[in-house]
């Protein structure tokens, strides 16, 4: 049973970054894609960042040039180097995988979802 927990949220100040990392644990056949997604409170959870399987990366407007998504080179765990960090990028943080089950493959959306880290930043 795959499992995936992030963790390297925390509290700092604008202008400081933070690196995320989300582990994963159980069997991975294959994967499609992962992402980072998040959540501020009061608001909808939003899409941040994602890479493929082949390592292509693709960025929300917001987080262009600040934010970089990578992997190891197993491609089972997955980080997210956070820079300039500033207020707006509060929320909870959460790592998302489209990997391959018994009973489907991996193309059909994210369908492993880690419980979150909390990214706070204060002015």
């Known amino acids: 049973h795959v499992q995936l927990v992030e963790s390297g949220g925390g509290s700092v100040q604008a202008g400081e970054s933070l690196k995320l990392s989300c582990v994963s644990s159980g069997y991975i056949f294959s994967s499609c894609g992962w992402a980072w997604y998040r959540q501020a409170p009061g608001k909808e959870r939003e899409w941040v960042a994602k890479?493929?399987?082949?390592?292509?990366?693709k960025y929300t407007d917001s987080v262009k040039g600040q934010f970089t998504i990578s992997q190891d080179n197993g491609k089972n765990n997955l980080y997210l180097q956070m820079d300039s960090l500033q207020v707006e990028d509060t929320a909870v943080y959460y790592c998302?995988?489209?990997?391959?089950?018994?009973?489907?493959?991996?193309?059909?959306?994210?369908?492993?979802w880690g419980q979150g880290t909390q990214v706070t930043v204060s002015s």
């Open positions: 998302a995988a489209d990997i391959t089950i018994p009973t489907q493959p991996c193309g059909y959306g994210y369908n492993f």
């Open positions: 890479i493929s399987s082949y390592g292509s990366t």
